[in-house]
């Protein structure tokens, strides 16, 4: 008796978020100042000119302005 066939055994985990290729790090830029990226964390791109982190859900960078955190926790307006 076969369990699970062969497609959809592992559905929780199907792309690792940490696996960025260089070529794709490589063409990556801020979307704000259009500086090149770094890879910060597994799931996280850091731009060195902004201070901003953007995310990486399920292996694709989103890089929208209004995504971007940043760095360090700090927010750029003031509370009330």
Known sequence: MSRGG??????ARVYDAGVISQELLEILACPK???KLQLKEPDQLRCPRCKVLYPIVDGIPVLLIEEGKPEGGASSSPSP
Do not use: K, L, V
């Open 33 to 35: 100042c259009h500086t």
């Open 6 to 11: 062969g497609f959809g055994e592992s559905p």
